[in-house]
């Protein structure tokens, strides 16, 4: 059985900085790419970062780019989000997903791209 599992959402003031975390059990973590998604109340859930298997590539919203890191550790089977410059409208609820997939380049900016979703994590930022 598949389990993504976030962590690491808060209230934080506008500026400061989370860093969500992801961790997955029941897959071969990695052979699946993931991705970091987030939905704001009233709104739909939109991309926001996304990993290939091995990490090597990565991919960004144009509104997180230069603000947001993914990562991931596979020994650990642990995603992470690491957000600066928080801002108001970063504000929501944030779901790691994975995909699992035979192309090691594989990067997933579609949520119908994924198998598997995690309850969720959330952010609050404060102005």
């Known amino acids: 059985q598949v389990q993504l599992v976030e962590s690491g959402g808060r209230l934080v003031q506008a500026g400061g900085s989370l860093r969500l975390s992801c961790a997955a059990s029941?897959?071969?973590?990695?052979?699946?790419?993931m991705g970091w998604f987030r939905q704001a109340p009233g709104k739909e859930r939109e991309f926001v970062a996304a990993?290939?298997?091995?990490?090597?590539?990565?991919r960004y919203s144009d509104s997180v780019k230069g603000r947001f890191t993914i990562s991931r550790d596979n020994a650990k089977n642990t995603v992470y989000l690491q957000m600066n410059s928080l801002k108001p409208e970063d504000t929501g609820v944030y779901y790691c997903?994975?995909?699992?997939?035979?192309?090691?380049?594989?990067?997933?900016?579609?949520?119908?791209?994924?198998?598997?979703w995690g309850q969720g994590t959330q952010v609050t930022v404060s102005s």
């Open positions: 990993i290939t298997w091995s990490g090597s590539s990565t």
């Open positions: 997903a994975a995909v699992g997939t035979y192309a090691g380049s594989f990067i997933g900016t579609s949520s119908e791209s994924y198998d598997y």
């Open positions: 029941g897959l071969t973590f990695s052979r699946y790419a």
